[in-house]
């Protein structure tokens, strides 16, 4: 898929999976309850042991899963993921030089800001989509309803206590994605292994924020 095609399926699908676990195990574990819910797509963090690996294994399976990497630091980061077969990078922060490598190589880039200031830079610099981070924990919905009013042209991605609970909210305000990691992939559903609640989890997720998307059309 080139960038054009991993940043509509981003919009399409309107949820990424953020995977952040102990082991390459439960990652690959992670993903497929994931997929297995309706969601084709996911973020491993390079906080997972092994992360590079995991991502070539994922991308090699066949399975048609699209496979970002997630806390991406630096352009070396960047291009051992890149080389791994990653369609996607995202950030917990804004490194200019990797946004320009991203943009050297073709590849989605989805930094996380937090300021308009910082979202004024991301943008011009010729980001994807801009990943706000921490949302919950300063804002939540309304700021990012806040964020869309000078930034209507903007594509925002929540980011950080996305739950069921408030993902609604979130799609309303006029996110144009969800990050969400562990109210998605719960611990103990790790520990225990228990996929049934991942996929029922995933299935939830993506029934909501496609209801949300018709109440927002239906509210234009």
């Given at each position: 898929?080139n960038?054009?095609?991993?940043?509509?399926?981003?919009?399409?699908?309107?949820?990424?999976?953020?995977?952040?676990v102990?082991?390459?195990?439960?990652?690959?574990?992670?993903?497929?309850?994931?997929?297995?819910?309706?969601i084709?797509?996911?973020?491993?963090?390079?906080?997972?042991?092994?992360?590079i690996?995991?991502?070539?294994h994922?991308?090699?399976?066949?399975?048609?899963?699209?496979?970002?990497?997630?806390?991406?630091w630096?352009?070396?980061?960047?291009?051992?993921?890149?080389?791994?077969?990653a369609?996607?990078?995202t950030?917990?922060?804004?490194d200019?030089?990797?946004?320009e490598?991203?943009?050297q190589?073709?590849?989605?880039?989805i930094?996380g800001?937090?300021?308009?200031?910082?979202?004024?830079m991301?943008?011009?610099?010729?980001v994807?989509?801009?990943?706000?981070?921490?949302?919950?924990?300063?804002?939540?919905?309304?700021?990012?309803?806040?964020?869309?009013?000078?930034?209507?042209?903007?594509?925002?991605?929540?980011?950080g206590?996305?739950?069921?609970?408030n993902?609604?909210?979130?799609?309303?305000?006029?996110?144009?994605?969800?990050?969400?990691?562990?109210?998605?992939?719960?611990?103990?559903?790790?520990?225990?292994?228990?996929?049934?609640?991942i996929?029922?989890?995933a299935?939830?997720f993506?029934?909501?924020?496609?209801?949300a998307?018709?109440?927002?059309?239906?509210a234009?």
């Amino acid at each position: 898929m080139n960038r054009e095609e991993v940043r509509a399926r981003i919009e399409e699908i309107g949820i990424i999976p953020a995977i952040r676990v102990s082991s390459a195990e439960d990652a690959l574990f992670a993903a497929e309850a994931v997929a297995s819910g309706g969601i084709p797509m996911v973020e491993l963090t390079m906080t997972v042991p092994g992360a590079i690996e995991v991502i070539s294994h994922l991308v090699r399976s066949g399975t048609g899963l699209i496979v970002g990497a997630g806390t991406v630091w630096d352009v070396e980061m960047a291009r051992r993921c890149l080389d791994a077969g990653a369609k996607f990078l995202t950030s917990t922060g804004l490194d200019l030089k990797t946004v320009e490598y991203a943009a050297q190589e073709n590849v989605v880039i989805i930094p996380g800001v937090l300021t308009p200031t910082e979202v004024m830079m991301a943008w011009k610099a010729g980001v994807d989509f801009v990943k706000v981070f921490p949302c919950s924990q300063l804002g939540g919905a309304p700021y990012i309803k806040a964020l869309k009013a000078p930034f209507p042209q903007v594509p925002l991605i929540a980011s950080g206590g996305v739950n069921q609970q408030n993902v609604a909210d979130f799609v309303l305000a006029g996110a144009t994605a969800v990050g969400i990691g562990a109210h998605l992939i719960p611990k103990k559903a790790i520990e225990l292994r228990q996929p049934h609640r991942i996929h029922e989890l995933a299935v939830r997720f993506v029934s909501t924020v496609r209801e949300a998307r018709r109440q927002r059309a239906g509210a234009r």
